[in-house]
């Protein structure tokens, strides 16, 4: 069945790193668009990027432009999601999706920016 | 960017009982395919969000036939036509016609 797997979320500092990975299985990866959502803690849901099938076609929120890099591997169905100069503001968790439509949703991987 | 904007924020329905939550989109979400991109989200407590409804009226494999969607252009519907216990989340709508994906802010779905 499918699955989608994130990974690499925590604690970090305002101003710090960190990379989140999503595992995906069960559907054809490299034929799907896939994006990362986030869901800041009590609030609603926030569309974060987006990357096309190969990785050439790639959007962000304007929220993150600048600061995360998202990227896949195909070869490994595989997405991730660089994100540096991490605010208090991009507390949340964060969902990986499959397709535009958002067809499929991972468990979601929390990530806390704090001192 | 396309602005989703969901009523009521609060629902709260007897079991049994029909429940009804609107989406307007402040531009039209017809996409230049013709298709029309806007889904429907159950996000019950504790979990992930989960797809019910794609292209307007499309129930996704597994959603109970109580779940239903409509609508055009900017105005759209989800309707249960009978609440039940497992029903209670938040519910959003949101357009994937024009980038930036957005969402609305959520209706909260609660047992009277």
């Known amino acids: 069945q499918v699955q989608l797997v994130e990974s690499g979320g925590g604690l970090v500092k305002p101003g710090g790193s960190l990379r989140l990975s999503c595992a995906a299985s069960?559907?054809?990866?490299?034929?799907?668009?896939m994006g990362w959502i986030r869901q800041a803690p009590g609030k609603g849901l926030e569309w974060v990027s987006h990357?096309?099938?190969?990785?050439?076609?790639?959007y962000y929120a304007d929220s993150v432009k600048g600061r995360f890099t998202i990227s896949r591997d195909n070869a490994r169905n595989s997405l991730y999601l660089q994100m540096n100069s991490l605010r208090a503001d991009d507390t949340a968790v964060y969902y990986c999706a499959a397709g535009r439509s958002l067809v499929y949703w991972g468990q979601g991987t929390p990530v806390t920016v704090s001192s | 960017d396309v602005v989703m904007t969901q009523s009521p924020l609060s629902l709260p329905v007897t079991l049994g009982q029909p429940a009804s939550i609107s989406c307007r989109s402040s531009?039209?979400?017809?996409?230049?395919?013709?298709?029309?991109?806007l889904n429907w989200f159950q996000q019950r407590p504790g979990q992930s969000p989960r797809r019910l409804i794609y292209?307007?009226?499309n129930r996704d494999s597994g959603v109970p036939d109580r779940f239903s969607g409509s609508g055009s252009g900017t105005d759209f519907t989800l309707q249960i036509s009978r609440v039940e216990a497992e029903d209670v989340g938040v519910y959003y709508c949101m357009q994937r016609t024009h980038w930036p994906l957005t969402f609305g802010g959520g209706t909260k779905v609660e047992i009277k």
């Open positions: 292209k307007v009226s």
């Open positions: 531009q039209s979400l017809v996409h230049s395919d013709g298709n029309t991109y």
């Open positions: 069960g559907f054809s990866f490299s034929d799907s668009y």
């Open positions: 990357i096309g099938f190969s990785g050439s076609t790639i």
